[in-house]
């Protein structure tokens, strides 16, 4: 079963996303910050693949992608972005900094396990 960690801060978004992945046979892990994942990595928190948000306080999901992208062991970890952002200028920044898929919200099941597919085939995970 893939462990899939979900990172937004919008508390009925988190819900609606751990609902769609355990319907796609996925374990989901859901944090409200950046700092809490951040945390949980540096305690050798084990995840196949990250479901990150953009906007949020304090630090941003572009800054944690960064941050993924610079620790070896987390550096091929494959990160679908989820944003309201849906900008090409805005997809075209996350992809830069590492995003191996992005969708927009409302995001639909279907959406979900696209992008995840895509993420998991980039990574070869």
């Known amino acids: ?71 070896p062991d987390t550096k091929a970890l494959p990160v679908v972005m989820l944003s309201t952002e849906s900008s090409d200028v805005m997809i075209d920044r996350a992809r830069g900094l590492g995003a191996d898929a992005y969708v927009s919200k409302p995001v639909t099941l279907e959406e979900l396990e696209r992008a995840m597919n895509e993420a998991f085939e980039k990574r070869k995970k």
């Open 1 to 71: 079963m893939k462990q899939i960690w979900v990172v937004d801060d919008d508390e009925e978004m988190l819900r609606a996303v751990r609902l769609m992945l355990a319907l796609l046979g996925c374990e989901v892990t859901t944090f409200f910050n950046a700092r809490s994942v951040v945390q949980a990595i540096l305690n050798g928190g084990h995840l196949d693949l990250m479901v990150l948000d953009i906007n949020m306080p304090e630090v941003t999901g572009l800054d944690l992608l960064e941050y993924l992208r610079r620790r």
